[in-house]
C-alpha cells in the first residue's frame, strides 16, 4: 500500500545533540513537508520542498535543517540550535502545488521527540 | 496573511446527537478548505474539502461540511455521532499554490 513511513516513532534526545527524522513515501508526490504539532497549538510548518533538491523555510524554520535529494526521501534534523525541540513531527506530501484537486496532504504516523 | 480560527478547544456530544465542530477563515482570495481528523498518536487523516461548487460537502464517515462565505465559515457537522468519533478535528485553508494553514485544532468527545 502506499503511504508515507516516518521514524523512529519514538526518539529521546540529550540536550546538544542533532537528531535525524526520517520520512519516506511511496506515492510518487511531488511536494513533501514537515509540521511540529504542539498541544493547542495546531501544526506548524517548518521545511516543504516542491521538487527534488530544492526546499523552502517554512513558519518555524530556526533550528531545523532539511534535504531532499531524492523525490521520496525529505529527512528532517533537529539541531542543537533548536531552543525547544521536543514536540510530536509529522510528515505530509501532496502531489505537488498548484494544482486543483490535489492539494489533500497524506500524512505519516509522526515521530515524538523528547528532550532528556 | 491567511488564518484558521476553530473557536472552541473542545466540543462534548452525547451519541446519537448532532455535532457540530466549528471553524471560521481569513484570506484573500478565494480559499481552499479542508477538515483532517486525528486519532491519539497518530497523523493527520483527510476527511473532506471544500474547492468550488455546492456550499454543502460530504465527506467520509457520514461527516458534512458547510461553507459559508459570507460568514466565512466551514463548519463540520454529523447527523448522528459516534462514539468512535472521538478524536481531535483540524480545519486548514489552502491559498492556490500556496501552503496550508492551520486551526488550532478541536477535541471532540462522544459520551455513550
Known amino acids: 500500500d502506499g503511504g508515507i513511513t516516518q521514524s523512529p516513532k519514538y526518539l529521546f534526545r540529550k540536550e546538544g545533540q542533532n537528531v535525524t527524522l526520517s520520512c519516506e513515501q511511496n506515492l510518487n508526490h511531488d511536494a513533501m513537508y514537515w509540521y511540529r504539532q504542539d498541544p493547542g497549538q495546531g501544526l506548524r510548518l517548518i521545511y516543504y520542498?516542491?521538487?527534488?533538491?530544492?526546499?523552502q523555510k517554512g513558519d518555524i524554520a530556526e533550528g531545523y535543517s532539511v534535504s531532499r535529494e531524492k523525490k521520496e526521501s525529505f529527512p528532517l534534523t533537529v539541531t542543537s540550535a533548536q531552543k525547544n525541540p521536543t514536540a510530536f513531527y509529522l510528515c505530509a506530501s501532496t502531489p505537488g502545488q498548484g494544482v486543483t484537486g490535489a492539494n489533500v496532504l497524506t500524512f505519516g504516523a509522526g515521530s515524538r521527540l523528547t528532550v532528556l | 496573511a491567511q488564518s484558521v480560527a476553530q473557536p472552541e478547544d473542545q466540543v462534548n456530544v452525547a451519541e446519537g446527537n448532532p455535532l457540530t465542530v466549528k471553524c471560521t477563515y481569513s484570506?484573500?482570495?478565494?480559499?481552499?478548505l479542508f477538515w483532517y481528523v486525528q486519532y491519539p498518536n497518530r497523523g493527520l487523516q483527510f476527511l473532506l474539502k471544500?474547492?468550488?461548487?455546492?456550499?454543502l460537502v460530504k465527506g467520509s464517515y457520514g461527516f458534512e461540511a458547510e461553507f459559508n462565505k459570507s460568514q466565512t465559515s466551514f463548519h463540520l457537522k454529523k447527523p448522528s455521532a459516534l462514539v468512535s468519533d472521538s478524536a481531535l478535528y483540524f480545519c486548514?485553508?489552502?491559498?492556490?499554490?500556496?501552503?496550508?494553514?492551520f486551526g488550532d485544532g478541536t477535541t471532540l468527545t462522544v459520551k455513550p
Open positions: 520542498s516542491q521538487i527534488v533538491n530544492d526546499f
Open positions: 471544500y474547492i468550488t461548487g455546492d456550499n
Open positions: 484570506v484573500s482570495g478565494n480559499p481552499y
Open positions: 486548514a485553508v489552502l491559498v492556490r499554490g500556496g501552503k496550508s494553514t
